[in-house]
């Protein structure tokens, strides 16, 4: 007890101030977890409010893309192949796809995305890339 007296400390005060610094930061911990809460909350909003919902129904053309490819496929190269034709729409985003030669696979849905063709340029046909000739 001598060192208590020589530094002149008075264990019961220096317990209920140890107390209320405990509450104090206890308080401070849970204002940072709700603020952490509301800010992953408005994050996830703001995320899904950017995402595009892709619909996709039987017998549209699709392009698949190929995570394969490794880091570097090309400079010209692209991820995507295909075209394909969907074939069946399955519960949970999943697709059944065909390829031109009718075998069918199943894909996850967030690999797909729509196929525009144009229809007046058949398959093997070669277009000229050069100036139109005036008439």
């Known amino acids: 007890m001598w060192a208590v007296k020589l530094l002149n400390f008075d264990i019961k005060n220096a317990h209920e101030k140890r107390l209320v610094q405990l509450n104090e930061l206890e308080e401070i911990r849970l204002d940072a977890y709700e603020s952490s809460k509301i ?3 408005r994050t996830k909003a703001f995320h ?3 995402i595009l919902p892709r619909v996709f129904k039987e017998g ?3 392009l698949l ?3 394969r490819l490794r ?3 090309g400079k010209l190269k692209s991820r995507w192949s295909g075209p394909f034709k969907i074939k069946e729409v399955r519960p949970y985003g999943a697709f059944v796809l065909l390829n031109k030669s009718g075998k069918e696979f199943v894909v996850n ?3 797909l ?3 525009f063709a144009n229809d007046f340029i058949e398959e093997g046909t070669t277009v000229s890339l050069s ?3 005036e008439a």
């Open 39 to 41: 800010y992953k909350e």
């Open 48 to 50: 899904d409010k950017r």
């Open 60 to 62: 549209d053309l699709v």
């Open 65 to 67: 893309f190929n995570s």
């Open 71 to 73: 880091l570097f496929p």
């Open 109 to 111: 849905g967030q690999r």
């Open 113 to 115: 995305k729509p196929y």
């Open 131 to 133: 100036e139109p000739q």
